[in-house]
């Protein structure tokens, strides 16, 4: 082939690619459309009606893991002793942490150690003490080795007493009535085994003890960017999945789980880095695999906000990290694909992610090169070349503009019009530049998962600026 | 042809397409662009009149609760699918409280014959909204289109009927109620157990206990629950009936769970051998509510059985048996010779003494 026909070729594939790719997007919006509009139907007609009366929602076990988060955990803590839910425990657990959480946490709650029979029913780290205070019956505290995230979790899931068990980032911000939301499908359906919310981003909003009050848009660029991406990613990525049951994230910073199904398919994987959607699919394709009835779901109601990196590195690390999780979560669990019996969730879902979200960057930065050094040696004119650039990048505005318009159907978060317009601008200028640098990320996570390195912990530099004042005020 | 026109061919063809697909990307976003600046401006304009709404109304409906409705103003045409949500609104604020004069004023705006209209013309949202206004006026005259819904395909619909007919007549209207509850699979748990207990018990648990006790055994388990939500338990011996004849480990396990009769407890007595773990679970924390000393040993041999929940709710139960204090409670755990009874017995020791 010479290198006339290559990049002939090149531009075929990558215009029938960014067409492909256009079409399942704007299915999966189609869907979230339907979906959100019965959803606020539904959530008008229980304003006039009442909610659901307490007595009837299950008792949950919020499971929160901890690594190095002194600066973050006592403020989280707090909060989530506040939570508007009948019946509830906080099992906080301590990962080894190597900076002061253990101590901080111990002194300012005043726990003291509790002879727990401890019963190890998912393997984990060595656990080395309980702690509990008698004021405060609804707080436990595990102190344990150092095993990761989900190694944390699955203790936390031994220990819990209650039968529905929510996972919670130590750093999240929910909502008071966060809990009642997430559980509405366990109550709508008993086949339910896990339900997910939305999660936003906090930055730029007002949060007082604990709580985010007031939505408000960031002015580091960065996160008005993410907040793009957040809605991007929860209003019509997965609510366009979830009434196919073909949901396959369920993000970690908040989630519900049936505690009994996940013990019985192994817990949390400790050996992956995203461990949250790498359970969700594991459940999938081993409940399938048993014939077991089953529904997966998504609240969209924003229950849950977290803080987006404002620096680049930061942002670099957490893509990065992104993507190797979802890498390995897909390779794991191939099974699905295709499988006779999988439904949308093998013949639509589990294609459309590995085409799109787990190899899409290695198209959409060779793409770039190709396009771009097909330009440079005079092989594509500067008409195509143009042209070809528009596309991907008014394919990516398109996406981001039919995010916003969910969210105006839906929640209208961000009230003020300036607001709109300053996300309407973000939308645009989040493709020049900023995507682009973003699929570099994700393809230097695809390398990193091909070469195999070690999982970790995620770490995140956090400016938490709301909570600073707190802290300090919890330290004296 | 040669290669190259072939080549400025199949060029051209490419960015032809790219072309067309720039041109319907850019229509595409300027379509939603105008979508999103419509739906704002509606969204603007629908706040706007609901802030004015409850501005007007909120107060005259707080006088009119209080018993001052001289002052009522007429009620604008327009005004009128605001002016419902808002006393809806107001309404279910204020359940249990003196609603009279509330649907009073709703009677006197016809407020009623506007519900029937929506009711028979109107989209979902407000067909819905006339349900529940009907109800909450509880208006007899939509009784048997009320009925007629608890048929509807669409659960939202049958399931919002069936909270306006509890609201209207209770007693006659759970007759139609609760048989319905075994043919609408879509009707959630949650909202079912919401709508009966807006009921009288004295209404309801005659006719849940003949349904509970006749279902087929994969109904049994959510009836059985239903009769706890409701707070039939005291009202009626099903639970022991059922529990003496069943053969299903499941629907044992419920009645175990639930069951607050002091004479099943030799029936009860009987599963705590039971084969499987959540029988015996449960069979243990009823011996902690019904039991006597005579059950410490039965508990205390499962204290070391080889189930953590079933150690656990033994050692619970142990505790909430009369007549034994701390002291005795300790001394009995530091008697035990297999460990996991020891260990279950110091940790729920330990988490009483929290209490």
Redesign the interface.
């Known amino acids: 082939m010479n290198l006339e026909t290559f990049f002939l070729v090149s531009q075929w594939f990558f215009i029938s690619y960014f067409i492909l790719q256009a079409s399942c997007y704007l299915m999966l919006n189609f869907s979230a459309m339907i979906s959100i509009s019965r959803y606020m139907g539904e959530l008008s007609l229980s304003k006039i009606q009442g909610a659901a009366t307490a007595d009837v929602m299950p008792p949950i076990s919020l499971i929160v893991p901890a690594y190095n988060e002194e600066l973050t955990i006592i403020n989280s803590i707090q909060a989530l002793l506040q939570l508007d839910y009948p019946e509830y425990e906080i099992i906080v657990i301590n990962d080894g942490s190597t900076d002061n959480t253990f101590q901080k946490i111990i002194d300012y709650f005043e726990l003291k150690p509790f002879p727990e029979a401890y019963r190890q029913r998912l393997k984990t780290q060595p656990v080395k003490q309980f702690y509990t205070n008698k004021q405060r019956h609804k707080l436990r505290f595990i102190d344990k080795e150092n095993g990761g995230k989900a190694d944390a979790i699955n203790v936390g899931i031994n220990a819990s007493r209650y039968p529905l068990f929510c996972t919670v980032d130590a750093d999240s911000i929910l909502q008071h009535n966060s809990l009642q939301r997430i559980v509405q499908p366990f109550l709508d359906d008993p086949s339910t085994v896990a339900s997910g919310g939305t999660v936003r981003v906090v930055n730029g909003c007002s949060v007082k003890k604990g709580f985010m009050y007031k939505a408000g848009l960031p002015k580091n660029y960065l996160a008005l960017f993410q907040i793009v991406e957040y809605i991007r990613a929860f209003l019509f990525g997965r609510l366009g999945w979830s009434p196919m049951n073909a949901l396959l994230i369920i993000s970690g910073a908040f989630g519900l789980f049936h505690k009994e199904t996940v013990v019985s398919v192994g817990g949390y994987s400790a050996d992956t880095i995203g461990e949250d959607m790498e359970l969700v699919v594991r459940l999938h394709r081993l409940l399938r695999k048993r014939k077991q009835k089953y529904r997966i779901t998504f609240v969209p109601d924003p229950i849950c906000w977290t803080e987006a990196p404002e620096s680049l590195r930061v942002l670099q690390h957490q893509r990065i990290r992104w993507q190797r999780g979802l890498a390995e979560s897909l390779s794991k669990n191939m099974g699905l694909l295709f499988h006779p019996k999988s439904g949308a969730l093998g013949f639509l879902a589990f294609p459309f992610m590995m085409f799109f979200e787990w190899l899409g960057p290695v198209v959409e930065v060779f793409g770039y090169i190709i396009i771009t050094v097909g330009f440079a040696t005079d092989f594509i004119n500067l008409h195509t070349f143009l042209v070809l650039m528009g596309i991907a990048v008014g394919f990516g505005i398109l996406l981001s503009v039919t995010a916003l318009l969910l969210e105006e159907m839906s929640f209208h978060i961000y009230e003020r019009p300036v607001e709109l317009f300053r996300l309407f601008l973000a939308t645009i200028v989040e493709n020049f530049g900023y995507r682009q640098l973003n699929s570099v990320w994700r393809l230097i996570g695809l390398v990193q998962w091909v070469v195999g390195k070690k999982a970790a912990w995620g770490e995140m530099t956090r400016s938490s600026n709301w909570q600073k004042d707190q802290s300090s005020r919890a330290n004296d | 042809m040669d290669i190259d026109s072939a080549?400025v061919i199949?060029?051209e063809q490419?960015?032809d397409?790219?072309?067309y697909?720039?041109i319907g990307?850019?229509l595409?976003?300027l379509a939603?662009?105008i979508?999103?600046v419509f739906?704002?401006l509606r969204?603007l304009s629908l706040d706007k009149q609901h802030v004015h709404s409850v501005k007007k109304w909120r107060p005259i409906l707080t006088q009119v609760l209080l018993g001052d409705s001289t002052d009522t103003p007429i009620l604008l045409r327009r005004e009128t699918c605001m002016f419902i949500?808002e006393w809806?609104?107001m309404f279910?604020s204020l359940?249990g409280d003196n609603l009279t004069p509330l649907q009073k004023l709703a009677t006197r705006f016809r407020i009623n014959y506007f519900a029937h209209n929506m009711l028979k013309k109107g989209r979902?949202?407000n067909r819905?909204?006339a349900i529940?206004t009907l109800g909450n006026m509880q208006e007899y005259s939509a009784w048997d289109d009320l009925i007629e819904l608890l048929n509807d395909p669409n659960s939202?619909i049958s399931l919002?009927a069936a909270?306006a007919l509890i609201q209207i007549d209770s007693e006659h209207a759970v007759e139609h109620i609760i048989p319905m509850i075994l043919k609408h699979d879509d009707w959630?748990?949650?909202?079912v157990?919401?709508i009966l207990?807006q009921a009288n018990p004295l209404h309801i648990c005659e006719h849940l206990a003949k349904l509970a006790a006749s279902a087929p055994v994969d109904k049994q388990p959510g009836l059985l629950r239903y009769l706890e939500?409701t707070h039939c338990l005291q009202l009626t011996n099903v639970i022991h009936e059922i529990l003496s004849a069943t053969k299903d480990d499941r629907v044992a396990s419920i009645c175990l769970h639930i069951i607050s009769d002091p004479a099943a407890l030799n029936e009860v007595r009987k599963y705590t051998s039971h084969q499987r773990w959540h029988v015996r679970m449960h069979a243990a924390s009823a011996l902690g509510r019904l039991g006597s000393q005579e059950d410490l040993l039965t508990l205390l041999e499962l204290t070391a059985d080889e189930n953590?929940w079933v150690?656990?709710r033994s050692a619970q139960a142990i505790t909430k048996l009369p007549k034994l204090s701390l002291a005795d409670l300790k001394e009995l755990r530091d008697k035990q010779k297999d460990k996991?009874a020891r260990?279950?017995l110091?940790?729920v020791l330990?988490e009483t003494?929290?209490?």
Not at chain 2, 188 to 191: H, K
């Open positions: 080549s199949v060029t490419i960015t397409i790219a072309i697909s720039v990307l850019s595409m976003v939603l662009i979508q999103v739906l704002r969204y949500e809806n609104r279910v359940r979902l949202r819905l909204l529940v939202v919002t909270r959630t748990w949650s909202n157990a919401n207990r939500a953590w150690r656990y996991y260990d279950i110091t940790h330990a003494e929290q209490l």
